[in-house]
């Protein structure tokens, strides 16, 4: 990587790097609060329209969680390679507002359909954590890139803290109110992006020309074949992607049935966990990296992964679910790993064409992990009183970090040299 500085190519100095990094780590913070608002409410309000049956609750997370990722498989490309062409800052503020109309959506909707309508919205537009991650690569030196990563994600995880608390209280009074509250975040959001975020990528450094052929999502997954090692790695991240997908389909819906958590306890299990998380991404992976170096991070992290969720799975109780909750954290070791690897097998003006590879690999997993963990959990529930199993998609979101470690360990090593512009 250049060690020219991305806005201006004069050489960069540390404050100037450490500013730019500050815009996008408090950008990411204020969009993932909104985001995580709705988490323990959008499947209470999902229930409440399809009459308090829980089963028919999680087909229609399905159809939700299908749909959205078909529109992330589309359109994450696309914007990850208009980043290249035009910059990161247009880009995210295009997702930011996007992102605000979604939770209008929601907050006054009238039947399910209208909240179908905001999932398709937010899928078109929810570019906001890929293109972060192509920012983040156009301000960090490649060996830093890890730890900055790790950085990043404790972004999103103190949003995660802050915003599941805050709907999980505010949904106590309004299952709608949580909504709105995301929507005027997100809106604060963009706004602030308008105002003061900086772009990353200096024009000389972008993309000459848009090319659709790479931009549709098979083309961009191409990119993933044109590097040495990157197919394999994606590979793991895409495995880590689809087991990840079981606790948005049906945490929720699992916890209530089996725990009788309400509204307010799931808030308070997001601030925990979302706590441990924060711990680990920003101070465990950059020490876990120096020592023992990304490829045994991201080995590291599935096997932590894998057991965490087979520790949900058997937790008979809310107490004991709880006390798995350090294990599983340390599977936020992985994707810092993996995208410190990952970033440093691609040129600058191929790094937003990178994280909407990825976006598209995220895209595919959010079609199959709702079909695969929500029918999975729908049929164990009408096999309860025979299966005594209610945790059996938690059992295979496990396997899967096991066969993430697999690949991991044949495929996570470092570029043997620095790759060049495109």
């Given at each position: ?13 540390r ?6 990094f500050?815009?996008i ?49 589309v ?6 390679m208009?980043?290249d ?5 247009p880009v ?6 996007g992102l ?17 309508v ?21 301000v ?11 950085m990043?994600t404790?972004?999103?995880?103190f949003?995660?803290?802050?915003g ?18 995301a ?5 604060l959001?963009?706004?602030y ?5 900086p ?15 790479r931009?549709?999502?098979l ?6 074949r ?23 389909s ?22 925990l ?15 876990a ?6 490829r ?17 799975g ?5 107490w004991?679910?709880?006390?798995g909750?350090?294990?599983f954290?340390?599977?936020g070791l ?5 995208q410190?690897l ?22 595919i997993?959010?079609?199959i ?5 929500g ?12 299966l ?6 938690i059992?295979l ?26």
């Open positions: 990587m250049s060690e020219t500085a991305p806005e201006t190519g004069v050489s960069p100095s404050p100037r790097r450490q500013a730019a500050g815009f780590f408090a950008s990411a913070l204020m969009n993932s609060v909104s985001f995580g608002i709705m988490i323990p409410i959008l499947p209470n309000l999902i229930k409440q329209f399809a009459g308090g049956d829980t089963a028919a609750a999680s087909e229609w997370n399905v159809l939700f969680g299908v749909t959205w990722g078909v529109m992330q498989f359109f994450g490309p696309i914007l990850g208009l980043s062409r035009i910059g990161r800052r995210l503020l295009i997702s930011f507002f605000a109309v979604d939770f209008l959506f929601m907050a006054f909707a009238p039947s399910l359909w209208w909240l179908f905001g999932r398709v919205l937010n899928g078109m537009t929810a570019s906001s954590f890929s293109t972060a991650g192509a920012y983040l690569a156009d960090t030196p490649p060996e830093q890139r890890a730890k900055s990563f790790g990043l404790s972004a999103f995880s949003g995660f803290i802050i599941p608390t805050l709907g999980g209280l505010l949904g106590e009074h309004s299952l709608r109110l949580p909504f709105v509250a929507a005027i975040i997100t809106a959001n963009w706004f992006g308008l105002l003061i975020l772009e990353s990528l200096a024009p000389e450094r972008r993309l000459k020309t848009f090319n659709w052929s931009a549709n999502p083309g961009s997954l191409r990119l993933l044109s590097h040495a090692g990157l197919l394999g790695l994606a590979g793991v991240g895409f495995l880590f992607y689809l087991a990840q997908m079981v606790l948005p049906i945490f929720v819906l699992y916890t209530t049935y089996r725990y009788g958590w309400t509204p307010g306890v799931l808030g308070l299990t997001f601030l966990t979302g706590v441990l998380g924060v711990i680990v991404q920003m101070f465990l992976v950059g020490p990296v120096a020592r023992l170096g990304e045994r991070v991201v080995l590291l992290g599935a096997v932590m992964g894998a057991l965490g969720f087979v520790w949900y058997l937790a008979a109780n809310g004991v679910y709880l006390a909750a350090p294990i954290a340390l599977s992985l994707m810092p790993g993996l410190g990952m970033t440093r097998r691609v040129p600058p003006n191929q790094q937003g064409q990178l994280q909407g590879a990825n976006q598209s690999l995220q895209g997993a959010s079609i992990g709702p079909l695969v963990f029918e999975t959990f729908a049929w164990s529930l009408r096999h309860e009183a025979t005594h199993s209610p945790g059996l998609a059992y979101a496990g396997g899967l970090l096991v066969l993430a470690f697999g690949l991991a360990f044949g495929r996570a090593h470092p570029p043997k040299a620095e790759p060049q512009p495109a």
